[in-house]
């Protein structure tokens, strides 16, 4: 089940065991002379209900702040940075977690929100406010398709799909770091983010990759509903489909940018 391009997703258990928390497997054995020990009751499993309602608190969240970060004006730019780095160590730390941590997830929530917030501010000066607008009806287009694609069993979630995700997430997480070195050294580096037409093309890939990756995103969820785990991995659902939001929402700025550029 944890088969995704998402690494949020590693947390996630396998079966209804709660990965590392099996809760109430077995009976406890009872000192002698004593009455057996009942077994602790076992957490209760999760829901869709769980995951619409975790999402929309990280989602809702991230919107404040980055609302709020919006409004401050010129400042807003200088809080973008420090946000994108606490936010990378603040994700870190969950993925990499064995326990759930909620308050972490709204942690990252918040400060993932005051990034987005700074990083809009910075293209509304450069372009106009109206490319904010498009960028946040893209996505919420993009993820709503992808959604009715993925209930309405349009393309289904199978090994080999995964793989051929998994696989592009990777090729595109290489040239990024490749194209950030070259441009140390050649401006433009690679030309994937100068606003060209490999750059256009790239963005357009990227959008690609993201879209199909809610595909992989909704299945985790699904199966982990499925396989009854904790609720509280709920936190876990969300945080996956948040990473995934927030790059699809900075690609799609992107490239929108370009175009604006181009007139």
């Not at 996630?12 to 590392?20: D, H, I, M, V």
């Not at 090729?171 to 060209?196: C, E, H, K, Q, Y």
């Amino acid at each position: 089940m944890r088969t995704t391009s998402n690494p949020a997703f590693r947390n996630l258990p396998t079966t209804g065991g709660y990965a590392n928390f099996n809760y109430g497997q077995g009976q406890q054995t009872a000192p002698f002379g004593q009455a057996p020990v009942a077994p602790p009751q076992t957490a209760r499993p999760m829901t869709i209900d769980d995951v619409v309602t975790k999402t929309a608190i990280t989602l809702g969240l991230a919107v404040i702040t980055g609302t709020l970060t919006y409004l401050v004006g010129p400042p807003a730019v200088a809080l973008a940075l420090p946000a994108a780095i606490i936010g990378l160590v603040i994700s870190l730390v969950i993925i990499f977690k064995k326990k759930i941590s909620p308050a972490l997830v709204i942690a990252y929530s918040a400060v993932e929100g005051v990034f987005l917030g700074g990083i809009s501010y910075v293209f509304g000066s450069l372009f106009s406010p109206g490319i904010i607008i498009q960028a946040i009806a893209g996505t919420i287009g993009v993820f709503a398709a992808m959604l009715v694609v993925y209930k309405t069993g349009a393309i289904r979630v199978t090994p080999k799909l995964t793989k051929w995700i998994i696989g592009a997430l990777a090729g595109v997480a290489v040239l990024m770091l490749v194209n950030m070195i070259a441009s140390f050294f050649t401006p433009g580096g690679l030309g994937l983010r100068d606003g060209g037409g490999l750059a256009i093309a790239f963005s357009l890939v990227c959008i690609g990759i993201a879209a199909f990756s809610f595909l992989l995103d909704f299945d985790a969820a699904d199966k982990a509903i499925k396989g009854g785990v904790d609720a509280k991995f709920a936190w876990y659902i969300a945080f996956g489909l948040m990473t995934t939001l927030v790059w699809l929402y900075l690609e799609i700025l992107r490239l929108l940018s370009y175009f604006q550029s181009s007139d």
